[in-house]
């Protein structure tokens, strides 16, 4: 069975600052990975997604991620961090057979300082 | 910018009464989704359709949920009868058919059982 582990569930960075958000899955053979965020009182958005290819994967809002099978990753990243990326962030694993069936992490939430 | 609707947003309920939540997807998107997201954990896929037909329901509660999607458009979950642990916001999601169609949420409905 698929699973995704977010270790850290709340993280406070200052804007302007770095950020990245870990994730880690655990699936046998090559899987689907996605990041979502999620603003209070709204649905999830999709920030990017990784399928095949190219290990780094260029999203939505100025963050990226990137895909290490031998360390079961998928870490998040965003070399300057604004106030409005203020939220909570979900990593997701699916299988190849059925990309839609995504098993999601608990979610990290990030607090930015101003 | 289309949108997936979802009513009511908010909805509070008795344990042992019966309630229910609609969805209506983007225009186009044969596949819908419905999660439960409880309180500081990521959604859990709760049923998928394809057009009106369910993909999977493995992890639907089938005793008390029950899901339709009678004309492969607008949705419906059931909740009969409702109990405390039910507690949560339920999330629908739809998306063009196919493998890495992304999925685009609503704003999710809150309900509260008393």
């Known amino acids: 069975a698929q699973s995704v582990t977010q270790p850290d569930i709340h993280i406070t960075v200052s804007e302007g600052a770095s950020l990245e958000l870990r994730c880690n899955y655990s699936?046998?053979?090559?899987?689907?990975l996605f990041w979502y965020v999620q603003s209070p009182g709204q649905g999830l958005q999709l920030l990017l997604k990784y399928f095949s290819g190219d290990t780094l994967v260029q999203g939505i809002k100025g963050f990226e991620a990137e895909f290490k099978r031998s360390q079961s990753s998928f870490n998040l990243r965003k070399p300057s961090v604004h106030w409005s990326d203020a939220a909570e962030y979900f990593c997701?694993?699916?299988?190849?057979?059925?990309?839609?069936?995504?098993?999601f992490g608990d979610g990290t939430t990030l607090t930015v300082k101003p | 910018e289309a949108e997936v609707a979802q009513s009511p947003r908010y909805k509070i309920t008795e344990k042992s009464q019966a309630v229910a939540f609609w969805c209506d997807p983007i225009s186009g998107h044969a596949t819908l989704y419905w999660y439960r997201q409880i309180l500081g954990q990521g959604p859990e896929l709760l049923v998928q359709f394809q057009d009106e037909s369910v993909v999977d329901d493995s992890q639907l509660p089938k005793d008390r949920f029950s899901a339709e999607r009678l004309k492969g458009v607008d949705s419906t979950l059931k909740i009969q009868p409702a109990e405390l642990g039910d507690s949560a916001m339920y999330l629908c999601a739809s998306s063009f058919p196919g493998q890495g169609a992304e999925q685009y949420f609503g704003p999710g409905t809150r309900l509260t059982v008393t």
């Open positions: 997701a694993v699916a299988s190849n057979t059925n990309a839609g069936k995504s098993t």
């Open positions: 699936y046998g053979a090559t899987p689907y």
